[in-house]
């Protein structure tokens, strides 16, 4: 074996050893992963949390990620219902966590690229602690309401055929 392919081996073995595997710190269960609406709708989502580890975990912030340009998230309901910490294989839950805006005029469909995620540590750190994603459904709008002029338009309409059919039986 040549020298070079023999360094390729030892680097690629202790790159192997280097990498470490992450776990999520908390466990975050949604009470529905999976929610619809339809276009100017807010949706809010519930969560419960645990503590994987045997170290206190403070919980600093949150943080709302997604594709879709017409889903407009806050994290306020996160930052006034959860604790400040959670100890050693505690559980708290389940509390309003984030809510969504579908915007108005969104279209139907479905929006799975949605990532809620906890940050902190044990140490007061704004690290991402734990995660969990999230679909959002926009219902089509199926029975929109008329305008007051259609609904006149259709009345007159329909007053105009009774008047003509009327008439025209008479004679």
């Known amino acids: 074996m040549k020298r070079g392919h023999i360094a390729i081996a030892v680097t690629v073995l202790a790159l192997s050893f280097s990498v470490h595997a992450y776990a999520d710190l908390v466990d975050i269960v949604l009470t529905q992963s999976t929610q619809t609406g339809w276009d100017g709708t807010t949706l809010t989502f519930v969560i419960s949390l645990t503590n994987t580890t045997g170290s206190t975990i403070f919980l600093d912030g949150a943080g709302i990620t997604t594709s879709s340009s017409f889903l407009t998230?806050?994290?306020?309901?996160?930052?006034?219902?959860?604790?400040l910490s959670l100890a050693p294989?505690?559980?708290t839950?389940?509390?309003?966590?984030?809510?969504?805006?579908?915007?108005p005029g969104s279209p139907a469909g479905s929006y799975a690229l949605n990532?809620?995620?906890i940050l902190g540590g044990t140490s007061g750190s704004f690290d991402v602690i734990g995660s969990a994603a999230f679909t959002v459904n926009v219902a089509p709008d199926?029975?929109?309401v008329p305008e007051p002029s259609t609904a006149v338009l259709l009345s007159a309409g329909l007053i105009g055929?009774?008047?003509?059919?009327?008439?025209?039986?008479?004679r």
């Open 89 to 91: 294989g505690a559980t």
């Open 115 to 117: 990532d809620f995620s």
């Open 73 to 83: 998230m806050t994290d306020n309901p996160f930052l006034a219902n959860a604790p």
């Open 93 to 103: 839950g389940p509390f309003a966590a984030f809510t969504v805006l579908i915007a």
């Open 161 to 170: 055929i009774g008047v003509k059919r009327r008439f025209a039986t008479d």
């Open 142 to 144: 199926l029975d929109p």
